[in-house]
């Protein structure tokens, strides 16, 4: 066996989210069912780094797995790549050592949201950004972002459905900056983990604040209260990716 280590990027618009789903189209589902073929078995397993809701892109998800035999990184680059859809790309491919899992290893993850700001939903960009077109003061939003950073517990970020009980997370950077070419704003948020929907409920949030809908510090209040009902908004899935996923140094590994 030989472990490799993937990183992709996709247009999640016509997938049911990453994690494989019965009679669903997902990304993990059609990897695996690519390496299954390469490999001339019915499937092989996949770790991600995490999964991605139906919707939401990835322009840095990482996944590792076990492969029958060895071949060459870049090899195993250009057959995945002969084998992706044409909402998938295989960006890098790498031999790790065993012990490298793409979840478990991870240290941290970095999110981008994008906000389209037209008063009408542009029709070529709808599928790739969310869409405010209300009043928003930016210097409010950046008033609120420091709140966000450091360690909290996210609770009333945190969509019903999750499974993970402990709800703290550590936010090392929240920026917000406008795009004048595309008449949008970009939020990133990086982090060493993040809930079900935490980011889009955080955007949400935001956007709220810059329109007046709440006070700047209203974080500080929500971290108290332990109550999702009280953040309320999810922004749309459409605006989410999954920028980049960040690991110690795994010195010897190679690239292709």
Not at 41 to 46: F, K, N, V, W, Y
Not at 201 to 215: D, K, Y
Request: proline share 5%.
């Amino acid at each position: 066996m030989t472990h490799y280590k993937l990183t992709l990027a996709y247009d999640g618009t016509n997938f049911a989210g990453y994690q494989v789903q019965p009679h669903q189209r997902t990304v993990q589902g059609v990897l695996q069912k690519a390496l299954g073929k390469m490999a001339k078995c019915e499937s092989i397993h996949i770790d991600g780094s995490g999964r991605t809701d139906s919707g939401v892109h990835a322009l840095g998800q990482v996944v590792s797995f076990d492969y029958p035999g060895e071949i060459p990184a870049r090899s195993m680059l250009l057959a995945m790549n002969s084998l992706m859809p044409l909402d998938i790309e295989i960006l890098n491919a790498e031999i790790v050592p065993a012990s490298f899992h793409a979840r478990y290893s991870a240290i941290g993850k970095r999110y981008m949201y994008r906000v389209a700001r037209g008063r009408f939903t542009d029709p070529f960009n709808r599928l790739y950004t969310g869409h405010y077109p209300y009043p928003l003061d930016l210097d409010l939003i950046r008033a609120a972002l420091p709140d966000v950073v450091g360690t909290h517990d996210f609770t009333s970020f945190a969509a019903s459905g999750g499974v993970i009980e402990n709800k703290v997370r550590t936010i090392y950077e929240a920026t917000v900056r406008e795009d004048a070419a595309t008449n949008e704003i970009v939020f990133e948020f990086y982090g060493n983990g993040f809930l079900y929907n935490m980011v889009r409920i955080l955007v949400a949030t935001l956007l709220e604040i810059g329109n007046g809908r709440r006070p700047v510090h209203d974080f500080l209040r929500l971290y108290e209260v332990l109550d999702r009902q009280q953040a309320r908004g999810t922004a749309p899935a459409s605006g989410l990716y999954l920028k980049e996923v960040y690991y110690p140094d795994q010195g010897g590994a190679r690239r292709a």
